[in-house]
T-cell receptor, first 115, second 114 residues
Framework: GAGVSQSPRYKVAKRGQDVALRCDPISGHVSLFWYQQALGQGPEFLTYFQNEAQLDKSGLPSDRFFAERPEGSVSTLKIQRTQQEDSAVYLC?????????????FGAGTRLSVL | AQSVTQLGSHVSVSEGALVLLRCNYSSSVPPYLFWYVQYPNQGLQLLLKYTSAATLVKGINGFEAEFKKSETSFHLTKPSAHMSDAAEYFCAVSMDTGRRALTFGSGTRLQVQP
């Protein structure tokens, strides 16, 4: 596609519900990143994929967070038993190649509100 | 580990005035530096990046930034502010070693007064 697409754009969940957030990266992009952006803050790293391999999940805040990219394209971030502190915007980014100097292209994000 | 500090969470300028948004970084190895802009309810858009070539980097929409190793700074400037520049600006750093993700500053909200 023309850019990184994320769905849904907005998600309201009751505390304790499970949610799944989808990211459709730019076609052919090898690297995919998930970030969490709390209100008034900069994005913070959650996890990184190179193709289908999850190479870094050190930023996931708890074992309730799980991400996958089974075919090296679309990725899903799943949050189990959501808590109020999970309320944030979840951003997905992709880049064409592996390497820290490559530009990351961001989606518009999914705004998650946990009530 | 790397980190980014953006001085000033809010900056207000008059239309036509100079824009200066400050960014200082810490990094144990030569960094790659980025400026992103975020408009309300939108994702981040790259303004410019430094990847160890020219220290003065020109970006989109008339923005530029200068990498100063001695000051560990990468400040963003624009000679003349436009109303459409009002947005949130983020400085970010990445490195070839360790985590390849971006580490962001906390952002600076730019207001442009008519």
């Amino acid at each position: 596609g023309a850019g990184v697409s994320q769905s849904p754009r907005y998600k309201v969940a009751k505390r304790g519900q499970d949610v799944a957030l989808r990211c459709d990266p730019i076609s052919g992009h090898v690297s995919l990143f998930w970030y969490q952006q709390a209100l008034g803050q900069g994005p913070e790293f959650l996890t990184y994929f190179q193709n289908e391999a999850q190479l870094d999940k050190s930023g996931l805040p708890s074992d309730r967070f799980f991400a996958e990219r089974p075919e090296g394209s679309v990725s899903t971030l799943k949050i189990q038993r959501t808590q109020q502190e999970d309320s944030a915007v979840y951003l997905c980014a992709s880049s064409l190649e592996v390497g820290a100097k490559n530009i990351q292209y961001f989606g518009a994000g999914t705004r998650l509100s946990v009530l | 580990a790397q980190s980014v500090t953006q001085l000033g969470s809010h900056v207000s300028v008059s239309e036509g005035a100079l824009v200066l948004l400050r960014c200082n970084y810490s990094s144990s190895v030569p960094p790659y530096l980025f400026w992103y802009v975020q408009y309300p309810n939108q994702g981040l858009q790259l303004l410019l990046k430094y990847t160890s070539a020219a220290t003065l980097v020109k970006g989109i929409n008339g923005f530029e930034a200068e990498f100063k190793k001695s000051e560990t700074s990468f400040h963003l400037t624009k000679p003349s502010a436009h109303m459409s520049d009002a947005a949130e600006y983020f400085c970010a750093v990445s490195m070839d070693t360790g985590r390849r993700a971006l580490t962001f500053g906390s952002g600076t909200r730019l207001q442009v007064q008519p």
